[in-house]
């Protein structure tokens, strides 16, 4: 029997195997400024906030760069992919979107993924998951949240 033949994964996840009420907690990741520079970079941001430690440091109340919002938010939607995995057909829409808390350089991250509420599609393959996000530093604060619909697979 070769290696792949005795390998077995488990199934993706689906719709049907999400409930209401579940909290989904993903991975945690660690924002480097490699994340910062190329980030700013493949955006074109130019804020002295984000690329201009000196600025930064002296003339912002953060005491140095800090992560753009978008940042985050394409970090946390990684952490989304690793929760509910290839079934998801697409993404539907977010709102409420809201940074809270600043994310710097050396900040650890995760997601925290509420099922809010689940929707049968009219197309039986298929339903809907409308879902809270919060993404929460090391320290335990909400550094960004938002709400978001994604159309599943079943």
Same mark, same amino acid.
């Given at each position: !029997?070769?290696?792949?033949?005795?390998?077995?994964?488990?199934?993706?996840? $689906?719709?049907?195997?999400?409930?209401?009420? *579940? &909290?989904? &907690?993903?991975?945690?990741?660690?924002?480097? *400024?490699?994340?910062? &520079?190329?980030?700013?970079?493949l955006a074109g941001l130019q804020l002295p906030l984000f690329i201009d430690?000196?600025?930064?440091?002296?003339?912002?109340?953060?005491? %140095?760069?800090?992560?753009? $919002?978008?940042?985050?938010?394409?970090?946390?939607? $990684? !952490?989304?992919?690793s929760i509910l995995g290839p079934r998801?057909?697409?993404?539907? %829409?977010?709102d409420g979107l809201r940074f809270r808390a600043p994310v710097r350089i050396g900040d650890t991250l995760h997601a925290e993924v509420t099922v809010q509420a689940k929707k049968p599609s009219k197309d039986p393959g298929r339903g809907v998951l409308e879902l809270k996000i919060q993404v929460i530093n090391q320290h335990a604060q909400v550094a960004m949240?938002?709400?978001?619909?994604?159309l599943m697979g079943r």
């Open positions: !029997m070769s290696d792949a033949a005795a390998r077995i994964l488990p199934p993706a996840p $689906g719709f049907d195997d999400f409930q209401v009420g *579940e &909290v989904h &907690v993903s991975y945690g990741r660690t924002v480097t *400024e490699t994340h910062l &520079v190329n980030f700013t970079a430690r000196d600025h930064a440091s002296k003339q912002t109340a953060f005491g %140095g760069p800090i992560a753009p $919002g978008f940042l985050t938010a394409s970090l946390s939607a $990684g !952490m989304l992919e998801t057909l697409a993404g539907l %829409g977010m949240e938002y709400q978001a619909a994604v």
